[in-house]
């Protein structure tokens, strides 16, 4: 889990736990939802800008979730 701290909050980036509590690599999820293995790794450390939605519903349909189970944002 990453910790990423902006203005009056913070983003809680969780892929890498959700990863390890399915027994998913990071190579096996690339082939699986089609998405650039970069993609997954700055999604994973909250290394990025913006979020694709488009990639997120593919990571919420793929693990059957809510996005806050993939990244989440605190007060």
Known sequence: MYKIKIENGYYLFKLDELLKQRNI???QL???TNTDFK???RIMTGN???LDIFV???FCDYFNCSIEDIV???R
Request: aromatic share 6%; hydrophobic share 40%.
């Open 48 to 50: 990025l800008v913006k």
């Open 72 to 74: 989440e944002y605190k």
């Open 56 to 58: 997120l519903a593919r």
């Open 25 to 27: 690599s990071i190579n």
């Open 30 to 32: 690339t082939r699986d």
């Open 39 to 41: 993609v997954i790794k």
